[in-house]
């Protein structure tokens, strides 16, 4: 059986992790802090807030914005559920649009979506690939856009424009002109969920990198309140001689990594670059190289010129096929031992969204994408032998499927 996406469990993580829990530490303390600072470091945001997943840190910042019911909120139709349910969470709409040939957020439908009440635009990077962030962060600074925002918080009033709150749940490690994601927009999260190419179990991260006159820092601390009982000290700092008087200055929520989850991911980052996203890049191109010679095989877009993929998914499509064909490819690889999976069936076709009114039929090109979508295993310990089974077992059922 060749797995989707097993995560990387070796004797160093491990160590990691039992270091933490000899160490008597184990929920959030220094090395949750010390994983806050790499990570900022490595991509380059001002400060960066460690949670328990990326879900929670979408909801934290769209709360954080003062996005609540009469407002709208934009994101692409292909997505996972999270990015659509934080939003209902808050009491605002989604605005589903569609997306473009690449899987990501289409910016002249944004356009068109755009109203009074659009508080947030969230992009999706999706497989790991950059949206295009020059025209996004052109689009929200448009002078006739901003003039249509109607701001309704404190937060709002000081951005004056739209905010672009990015699920880079798939893209850390992704570069987009010279810089990496987590620097390229407002706020940008990360997940590390176990099947995520850098995990903590479960996990995630709010990036921040909001305009002057807004505080990145303070907003962390901020946030660090928020995200944690609406409490004025943590754990730690209540540890400290005679400092155990707190108050709780807000209704917070709990959302806070623990120091054992944190060990994971200081592992994880320490060899990110050297190891995970060149063994995540070799198999990739490994399998547009074997497949592009088939006029059925839609590889996807890894590598631009100002643009790389972070080398989530590899998100293959056969030309021609429809939904069932598809299907059926799948089943036929399945019965080959070979686990593969559909990302995403769009959101607007899960039975919650249809029955609140949305319409797949409004999201042609995301339907054309999913009908004809399959995402081939990617993991560190997948080898040459294993990556030859996979793309074997896609050609067969292929051939097979479209020659019935
Ligand atoms: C995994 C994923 C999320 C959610 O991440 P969690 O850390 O599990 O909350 C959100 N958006 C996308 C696109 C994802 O793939």
Redesign the pocket.
Known sequence: MIPFSPPRIDQKIIDEVTDTLRSGWITTGPKTKRFEKELSAYYGAAATLCLN??????ELMLRWFGVGAGDEVILPAY??S??ANVIMHCGATPVFVDVADDFNIDINTIRRAITAKTKVIMP?D?AGFPCDYDALNALVHEIDIKKLFSPNSPEQRQLARIMILS?A??SLGARYKGRLTGSLTDVS?F???A??NLTTA???AIALCLPEPFDNQAIYQQLCVKSLHGQNKDALAKMQKGNWRYDIVEPGYKMNMTDIMAAIGLVELSRYESETLPKRKQICRAYSEKLSKFSWAITPSLHQVDTESSYHLYPLRIAGVNEAQRDEIIRRISDKDVSVNV??IPVPMMSYYRGLGYNMLDYPIAYQLYAAEISLPVFYALDDNQLQVVVDSVVTAVHDVLNQ
Not at 53 to 58: D, F, I, M, P, R
């Open positions: 997943s990326a879900t929670a840190g979408l997505t996972y999270a990015t999706v999706f699920d749940a798939h999260v997940s590390f969920h099947v995520k479960e996990g995630g990302h995403f």
